[in-house]
């Protein structure tokens, strides 16, 4: 069973930076894409950015592209968001999830299977 932890969130101010990881177990990591979702008060979940299984592909939802970058380290079976310049709309809970299917279909919340509880951002102006 795959297990995921997040860690990294905090309250940081408009402009800082922060990374989160997310580790996973339970399972061979290098098989799985890995995303990255968030939820602010009162929306709906929204996605963030995927990365492929050997990490070679990446994508960005459109509000935080050119600000966040996704990464993961195959060895350490962790996925990580640096997020930098950080703005109050930025604030959410964010989640990494893991699936193993298609990486064409990433942008979906219903394509993941496994999902971490969440780390907590709050970004004040």
């Known amino acids: 069973q795959v297990q995921l932890v997040e860690s990294g969130g905090g309250l940081v101010q408009a402009g800082d930076s922060l990374r989160l990881s997310c580790a996973f177990s339970g399972r061979a990591f290098s098989s799985y894409n890995m995303g990255w979702f968030r939820r602010a008060p009162g929306k709906e979940r929204e996605f963030v950015a995927v990365i492929s299984k050997s990490g070679g592909a990446v994508y960005y939802g459109a509000s935080v592209k050119d600000r966040f970058s996704i990464s993961r380290d195959n060895a350490k079976n962790t996925v990580y968001l640096q997020m930098n310049s950080l703005k109050p709309e930025d604030t959410a809970v964010y989640y990494c999830?893991?699936?193993?299917?298609?990486?064409?279909?990433?942008?979906?919340?219903?394509?993941?299977?496994?999902w971490g509880q969440g780390t907590q951002v709050t970004v004040s102006s």
């Open positions: 999830a893991a699936t193993l299917r298609d990486y064409s279909r990433a942008y979906y919340t219903s394509t993941y299977d496994d």
